[in-house]
């Protein structure tokens, strides 16, 4: 397990440095950070002036290094725009997004894995056909137009819950709602293959032959094998909410690392982009390395491979 676990680290760690190396280079390669920066009406004084307090001068792998030098040591820089170190920012705007995160990623995991058990108990049935509609509807509709008909039926129609901001939990149900709805389908898929194929398996057959109850058998026989591939999947699902909610954020107004992300790049706020970019990736990454190490729990076989 040790030698294992080592494996993923250093696999880890390297894509670590080439995500610091892409976040680096986007900003970069959409154009002149100082022109960007200074604005359409400036001078080529001005230009050369950002130029030169902010190190875009220098080259680009001097640049990098410092970049990175600085990042090691917990500082992201200063936004340009707002004046004030990056980490302060960031430490304000990122538990709305984790707890969005947090809160999209149960109502995925609630909603898909019971109805892919479901259908892989009743194959061709109404629950079935049902769990495929929902799939074939996650994946059709966009979600910020699932987000527009929730804030209609339960915000404007109902008046059961609040359209905007996050001062409660309340606010973060119908985001959490649009956001995981998306996610949903994939996993149900997921886990109805994978019970359909652990259900037929000799060791669930054993099981049975033992006259256990049927769902003792579909719960800690069956789903413990089939829930392996969707510990993966949800990490990665994860990650995608946590660095793609910018839509969901900005319908709702919540004040999130994709609400922050969509102003600063209005701003051309490099160090801010730079940081979120960084920090969003190397969450991404962590996650799969905790899914991966979960899995070698879960199943020995993939550690001793």
Do not use: C
Not at 83 to 105: D, F, I, K, S
Not at 230 to 253: D, K, P, R, W
Not at 263 to 282: G, M, N, P, T, Y
Request: net charge positive; aromatic share 8%; charged share 15%.
């Amino acid at each position: 397990m040790l030698s294992y676990v080592v494996k993923r680290l250093l696999v880890t760690l390297a894509v670590v440095a080439v995500i610091s190396v892409v976040a680096f280079s986007l900003v970069h390669l959409a154009g002149d950070p100082a022109v960007a920066m200074a604005g359409e009406n400036a001078s080529q004084q001005d230009v050369d002036s950002i130029r030169k307090v902010y190190g875009f001068d220098r080259p680009l792998t001097e640049q990098y290094v410092t970049w990175v030098g600085r990042v090691l040591h917990g500082d992201f820089g200063r936004s340009y725009y707002l004046r004030t170190p990056v980490q302060p920012v960031l430490a304000e705007y990122a538990p709305v997004t984790v707890r969005l995160g947090l809160m999209a990623l149960a109502f995925t995991l609630l909603l898909s894995i019971p109805l892919g058990v479901l259908a892989a108990l009743r194959p061709n049935t109404l629950i079935d056909r049902i769990s495929l509609w929902l799939a074939v509807a996650g994946q059709a509709l966009p979600s910020f137009v699932f987000a527009m008909l929730l804030i209609f039926v339960f915000a404007v129609t109902l008046r059961w819950l609040p359209v905007s901001g996050g001062s409660t939990w309340l606010h973060f149900v119908l985001p959490a709602v649009a956001l995981g709805y998306n996610a949903a389908p994939a996993i149900m898929r997921l886990t109805r293959s994978g019970m359909i194929e652990t259900l037929q398996s000799d060791h669930v057959r054993t099981a049975r032959a033992y006259g256990l109850s049927r769902w003792r058998v579909v719960l800690r026989h069956a789903l413990r094998h089939a829930i392996i591939p969707v510990v993966s999947l949800a990490a990665v699902q994860l990650g995608y909410m946590l660095g793609g909610s910018i839509v969901i954020e900005t319908v709702f107004s919540l004040k999130g690392l994709g609400y922050l992300a969509w102003q600063s790049i209005q701003r051309s706020d490099i160090e801010v982009v730079q940081a979120i970019l960084l920090v969003v990736a190397v969450v991404y990454a962590l996650l799969t390395l905790l899914a991966d190490l979960l899995n070698a729990v879960l199943d020995p076989r993939i550690r001793i491979s």
